[in-house]
């Protein structure tokens, strides 16, 4: 019995021993790892580019600042390879090639056609131009994230944490020479940001949690340029990430399914509520706003070419306008109904369909929303709606007003051909009198 006892308790404190090891050991190599790897090196490179260095401040580095940064543990070789070291006042190539972060760091895994491929970064807009063209004025990793002072998103005071990435995206896209050389179709987005629904929430409400920001719209490491093809800043897909119960009654409308099918010509978002200046549609400078809606569905609708493709008549703002509605819209008056009244605004059906807002079905109340027209007959909402004094009409009033405005020009025709003559003479016999 004793050996047993002996035998469980030497196993016992073996397990211990070893598990205590292996627990400090692990600990051991993780606090080593958060030591430069090769100090030394460090040190050597600082003599030089330290904050006391005569150098220029271009080539200076702040050492608490790098200490403070996510790449404190690593060696100053490990991002800038110098081939060779050599001995006098310069112990290495005036010139060093860029850093490489793709290299051995930022990678990811492999996969079997492309070992180890780098980030997407390579094939966004900022990539193509660097890698492939070699422009020097595009967005490169450390003009984002920083140099020797690069912090995690998660630090208030890194360069791309959600509250500051606005800002760090504006250092180029704000400088007009850049705007300029490359054609960006945007001159201030960040001025326009910030006016947003958007860029309020972030900066003057504080809700950077959940405020949209460039990357949440554009993309973070792949982000494509205006032309690309399934442009993620435009998709609607984009948008449904925050508004999510928007895009479900947008996707059944009938812009949303020739959308998300690719149709070109279909509206999308940012074509009704604008891309970086999106405003509330209770603010007066919303393209949403309830005076300007006929105007923003003009921009399709009042189009013959892409109203022709759809078998719609071009003239449906027109005939708006021209209406009581119309009218009374362009006195400002609120109350009045607009294009979104009467055919919804993300879940906009054909007339055909029996879930719409304007089939047969229905009218009487939709024209009765907010008991605008109450009571109404149902033989009264279903006549034509889009009719404006200038579109064909049959029937007896149709005739009539053609009737009509045939007498008036007659009447003037006469006027003017009994009127001149008399005039010249009276004007000839006045003179004549006057001699």
Known sequence: MRKQFITFFLFSFSLI????????????ASSRSLAPQNPAININCLNCHGKLSPLPSSLKIDESAFNSSAHATLSCLDCHPVSSLKEGPVPHEKKLPSPDCTASCHRQPSQPDRPSPPLSYRDSVHGRAYLERGERDVARCWDCHGKHNILPASHPQSTVNRLNIPR????CHENMAVVIKYHIHREAPYQEYKQSVHGRALFT???ATFAAVCTDCHGVHNIQGVGEPHLMARQPTTCARCHEQIFLKYKESIHGIAALKGDPNAPLCVDCHGEHKIIAHSEAASSTYFTNIPQTCATCHARPDIMKKYGIPADRVATFIESLHGIALGYGLKGVATCVSCHGSHEILPASDPRSSIHPANLVRTCNQSGCHSGMPESVARTKIHVGPSASRPGVLFYLERILIALVILTIFI?????IPGFIRRLGRFKGKKG
């Open 415 to 419: 006027t003017l051909i009994w009127f």
């Open 17 to 28: 021993f070893f598990s205590a090891s292996f627990v400090f050991g692990f600990s051991g």
């Open 205 to 207: 409400e504080g809700v």
């Open 168 to 171: 760090t995206c504006s250092v």
